[in-house]
């Protein structure tokens, strides 16, 4: 008789896992507390705009071509190389640099600015490649059991890389470049984990071999969300099973076995197999109640940054603009020093835009632009009242039409924002931390939550949150090795 599997969450670690185990002959469901799958990777559709509530694009394809070769399916969705990855903006500075992969091309746009940049850029990105090599499959793409085991294979690492452990992001970009444009460009990177390049470890900069040299960025066709819903009619058609609109708040157990999840409606659910897809240690602390996870402790971690979000609908076109844009200011090193901990800092914000519907034109309605702002801001646990949303967002969208040389303030006709409040109710993220759990020294590889429970030895864990860490792709390898551990029950 095939085993049942009780998967908690529907973000892509959770469906992910359950395309692996589904395709293996499990039985599978799925719980979530909102009313459509997706988690963080979600979809927004409003007035005939539709917007990626997260993620907007992403790197390391291969993981989910391993994904899919695993389930032994076609790929459900297509995906197209961005080109450029993405441009930066400078405030007070017309000049837009756009950052190809193309080295000659790039390198034309530093000419006055970094004299002799092709040559510092390619020693760079052979440093960071050499990282990647030599850690990626030692550390990120595999199980650990024990504290012993991971420092085992800390210790196959090439010695040359020790130096790098003991410096931040930013100390290591600014070992190979002199002007601000390219160190802050090359930086940018490290507020994908959630954090800044000063309290990024310089391990980190192997993120600049993966978007330079080894796969670049990647749109999906149809947007984002297109992932979610693909991977869900494939589970179904191995007969998986959704309930929606469910949250689980308690559990029963009979010794080192958990037994049922409960939800807030009172529903009991049973399973062989419980894969838990929300936040690792949030879930430990409220729902079993460990004493590892309380919320004393919960504090004490190291958790990322906090996001203001916001969807706009504007009745124009934006033919200056680009699909994926940073807008920087003039005082980056004072602003990322303090934007984890000092709500004043949001005088100046630093921002991401999105122009979703530049190569999606279904994603607005004709004539219209869906535009997605992303602005890095402290969590719940340094910033309480976002009373000042409504200034903020405001501030945001002047500073961007006085940058493009167009007002589009007068062309909204949609706007809503999600505060780090909104996350954290939304999404269960603890204190409103976009990625979870930061990727400091100490919270990776065995040094994580683990990906297996502590106590019930039929209960798992997959996610931001766990091993290997945040991103789509790590979602995806979280899932390989939350299956292997399933799979050897």
Not at 24 to 51: C, H, M, T, W
Not at 84 to 93: A, D, E, H, I, S
């Amino acid at each position: 008789m095939s085993k049942t599997v009780l998967i908690v969450g529907t973000g892509l670690g959770g469906l992910s896992t359950g395309l692996r185990l589904a395709s293996r002959g499990y039985k599978v469901k799925f719980v979530e507390k909102a009313s459509q799958p997706g988690g963080r990777l979600n979809q927004i559709k409003k007035d005939g705009f539709i917007f990626d509530v997260g993620p907007s694009f992403f790197s390391m394809p291969y993981d989910f071509e391993e994904l899919v070769n695993d389930c032994n399916i076609k790929m459900p969705f297509d995906f197209v190389e961005l080109d450029p990855l993405y441009t930066v903006n400078f405030r007070g500075n017309d000049k837009k640099y756009s950052l190809y992969k193309d080295i000659d091309k790039l390198s034309k746009q530093f000419e006055e600015v970094e004299p002799n940049f092709k040559t510092k850029f390619t020693a760079y990105l052979k440093k960071c490649g050499e990282l990647y090599n030599d850690t990626v499959d030692v550390v990120i793409k595999q199980n650990f059991d024990s504290i012993p085991g991971y420092i085992k294979a800390l210790m196959q690492v090439n010695p040359k890389h020790l130096p790098v452990l003991v410096k931040s992001f930013w100390k290591q970009s600014s070992s190979f470049f002199e002007s601000k444009e390219a160190r802050q460009i090359v930086s940018l990177i490290a507020f994908f984990l959630g954090r800044t390049p000063f309290d990024t470890n310089a391990v980190y900069t192997l993120l600049s071999h993966i978007e330079f040299v080894h796969t670049g960025y990647y749109n999906v066709k149809g947007g984002m969300y297109t992932i979610v819903t693909s991977l869900v009619e494939e589970l179904k058609k191995l007969n998986a099973r959704f309930e929606f609109d469910t949250e689980i708040v308690t559990y029963r157990n009979t010794g080192n076995k958990l037994t049922s999840l409960i939800g807030k409606n009172g529903k009991t659910y049973e399973a062989d197999i419980y894969v838990i897809n929300a936040d690792a240690a949030l879930f430990r602390g409220t729902v079993f109640n460990r004493e590892k996870f309380t919320e004393k402790r919960l504090r004490k971690m190291s958790w990322t940054m906090g996001y203001l979000t916001f969807y706009v609908g504007i009745k124009t076109k934006l033919p200056q603009v680009e699909h994926h844009n940073y807008f920087l200011g003039n005082n980056f090193e004072a602003y990322a020093k303090d934007v984890m901990k000092n709500p004043g800092t949001m005088e100046k914000p630093y921002y991401y835009v999105n122009v979703v519907s530049k190569h999606n034109s279904s994603c607005a309605p004709d004539g219209c632009e869906a535009l997605f702002f992303v602005c890095p801001v402290p969590n719940l646990l340094y910033k309480t009242d976002w009373s000042d949303k409504d200034a903020m967002i405001k501030s945001i969208i002047e500073d961007f039409s006085e940058r493009i040389k167009q007002d589009i303030s007068k062309d909204i006709i949609f706007q809503m924002a999600y505060t780090p409040e909104d996350w954290q109710n939304q999404f269960n993220l603890y204190k409103g931390a976009g990625l979870g759990l930061s990727h400091s020294m100490l919270q990776i590889g065995a040094l994580r939550p683990k990906n297996y429970d502590e106590k019930f030895k039929n209960t798992f864990y997959v996610g931001a949150s766990t091993v290997p860490g945040a991103g789509l792709p790590m979602a995806v390898i979280s899932s390989k090795l939350t299956a292997e551990r399933i799979l050897k029950l």
